[in-house]
């Protein structure tokens, strides 16, 4: 998300930051650039306006002026701006009642509800550490309630049993009397949708509401609507009295302006964002890290987060122990490239770093292809445990077996041993530097001389 917005506004910046003192005509030329960047991004032409007045009557004020960098300063201002556009701070989840707590999901049909619902159940039981029931209010949509049994199934999340001719309130209330029976600290509730706003919808969702008195009632936006998804979260705010926004499929939207929209417009918070199809791609929305996002200075503190999340206390020490000996087997190799894959592989923790928009164009030459961690994988896994801990069996004949078992080449099998050997290579640097000389030193210890 935000890719071409980033790249733009990068540029612009850059440009800023070269310059010494900034007179009001460059300020001027840089905003004219950073509204038409806003607006190819498809941010609302209201919110483009009241962003770009507020950021130049502070942009040619005193303080930019007699700044020692007034192109960084310019920067700062667009940065805090960002953030108030995006609504300053993050907003939890509101799980501050009485358990069962009742979480409402609404949207239109194909906005990705029933799979946020399922992402947000697991969220919940593994990061919350709650008890969690989802039942499906959706008797519109054919197998609707089926889909969401199957998801439960894969996530580990408790569906309420699927009983054939109920109505919406009434399996609203089954659900809450069954939680309660249980011990569940959270429903969460998959309503129907529609393929566009009408008035059986508004109604039937106003009535389970007021049915089960929901604590959130989170509405499922698709960001590849754009402006859409922005007019939709208008109307169910005026309503429904929606209390947040969870933005779905926002990994595929390189734009980003129904999210820059969306606070703005609604006055609604975005409280999750999906990032990806898998179950576990669902995240916390902190406008803060979002607007580093955009202007290239990345989200280190979101990676430091996702690679705790994804990564086992006890894997790291194992690890650290065989670094600490100079020991690096393929076994241990394929767990790395698992871990980086959980974390949304190369592209997705490059994104989190600063200053990657700058060199964009070298990573676009270094052609990484996400497909070939999973090939990376495939080979050692059709290697023997023998093979996998003394890499120097692996012979011509084993590498054709291997390539065969993985459906790849010897090229592969090559590649894969020769990068093997330089991580081996590394360890037993961290070895000999041990873990005192490894603090002090660094990774320019681990550096060829």
Request: charged fraction near 25%.
């Amino acid at each position: 998300m935000f890719e071409s917005l980033s790249t733009r506004l990068t540029d612009v910046f850059d440009a800023l930051r070269r310059r010494g003192a900034l007179s009001e005509s460059d300020v001027d030329a840089a905003l004219r650039e950073v509204r038409i960047a806003l607006l190819e991004a498809d941010v609302a032409l209201p919110v483009v306006k009241d962003f770009i007045t507020q950021v130049k009557e502070r942009a040619v004020g005193a303080d930019v002026v007699k700044s020692v960098t007034p192109g960084q300063m310019v920067v700062k201002i667009v940065h805090d701006h960002l953030i108030e556009m995006l609504g300053a701070e993050s907003v939890a989840l509101n799980l501050a009642a009485v358990p069962p707590v009742p979480i409402l999901m609404v949207g239109l049909q194909g906005s990705g509800k029933t799979t946020t619902t399922a992402k947000l159940g697991l969220s919940l039981t593994g990061r919350d550490k709650k008890k969690v029931m989802m039942a499906s209010l959706d008797v519109q949509r054919p197998a609707a309630q089926e889909q969401l049994r199957v998801l439960g199934e894969q996530a580990e999340v408790t569906t309420l049993p699927i009983v054939a001719g109920q109505m919406p309130v009434d399996i609203a209330r089954r659900a809450m009397d069954a939680a309660r029976l249980q011990g569940f600290d959270v429903v969460l509730l998959d309503t129907a949708g529609r393929l566009h706003v009408d008035e059986a919808l508004m109604s039937e969702l106003a009535a389970v509401r007021d049915a089960v008195n929901a604590a959130e009632i989170l509405l499922v936006a698709d960001a590849l609507t754009g402006q859409d998804a922005v007019n939709v979260a208008e109307t169910f705010r005026a309503r429904i009295e929606v209390s947040g926004i969870v933005l779905t499929r926002v990994d595929g939207d390189a734009r980003g302006g129904a999210a820059l929209s969306m606070r703005a417009v609604t006055g609604c918070p975005i409280k999750l964002l999906g990032v990806g199809e898998n179950l576990d791609a669902l995240e916390v929305f902190h406008p803060d890290r979002i607007a580093s996002r955009i202007l290239g200075m990345g989200d280190v503190v979101g990676l430091v987060e996702k690679a705790a999340e994804t990564i086992e206390q006890e894997d790291i020490e194992k690890l650290e122990a065989k670094m600490l000996k100079g020991q690096f087997d393929l076994a241990d190799m394929a767990q790395q490239l698992k871990q980086m894959r959980r974390m949304g592989g190369m592209e997705g923790m490059m994104a989190m770093l600063p200053g990657v928009a700058k060199i964009k164009k070298q990573v676009a030459e270094a052609q990484i292809d996400e497909r070939q961690l999973v090939r990376q994988e495939a080979i050692i896994s059709s290697m023997t445990p023998r093979e996998r801990q003394h890499a120097k069996l692996i012979n011509a004949s084993r590498k054709r077996r291997i390539a065969g078992g993985s459906g790849t080449t010897v090229q592969d099998v090559n590649r894969v041993l020769k990068q093997h050997k330089q991580m081996t290579l590394m360890m037993k640097k961290v070895k000999k530097l041990g873990k005192k000389g490894l603090m002090r030193h660094g990774l320019p210890g681990l550096m060829p001389r």
